[in-house]
């Protein structure tokens, strides 16, 4: 029965989303009313640095091995770099960010949540080059980060 309620709630959710996008797309509501709010700027960045102040207001991020990220240490291909996230450990989390440090923009994604949703995030990013990519879970009003480096040898520049 659950199951049911969970589909239904979901399908609801689907259509209601399409309907509102579908209002935008006609110019019966406006484009900004219908979509989530996103930080254009910070796909403009250059640095790590300025990405991440324009995302967050904030350069400060706090290191904590409760942010699991899993990225290759070598991704054969530069062009499909696959990274999961996981900030289960964290209350009340907000989003989930992706930076590559190397890239021209390092600015990647970033995934917001509503309370109670799992934070958890499987996608695979572009790396122009070897790097380090930086999760950042946003909880409580507060960044903890995880880095790791991943060598690119095809794809990218492999440096």
Request: aromatic share 6%.
């Amino acid at each position: 029965m659950k199951l049911h309620q969970q589909r239904r709630t979901f399908l609801k959710g689907t259509l209601a989303g399409g309907a509102v996008l579908a209002a935008a797309g006609l110019g019966l509501i406006p484009a900004r009313l219908a979509l989530a709010a996103w930080p254009e700027a910070a796909f403009h960045a250059t640095s790590l640095d300025e990405a991440l102040t324009k995302v967050f207001g904030s350069n400060a991020l706090e290191a904590s091995d409760k942010v699991v990220l899993k990225a290759p240490s070598i991704a054969e291909n530069g062009a499909v770099v696959p990274i999961t996230i996981n900030g289960e450990q964290f209350d009340n989390v907000e989003s989930i960010s992706i930076f590559s440090e190397k890239n021209p923009t390092p600015f990647v994604a970033r995934f917001n949540f509503k309370p109670g949703c799992l934070p958890d995030v499987s996608t695979r990013i572009k790396m122009g080059e070897s790097g380090d990519v930086i999760a950042v879970v946003q909880a409580g009003g507060k960044l903890y980060s995880a880095r790791t480096n991943v060598k690119v040898t095809v794809g990218g520049c492999g440096g």
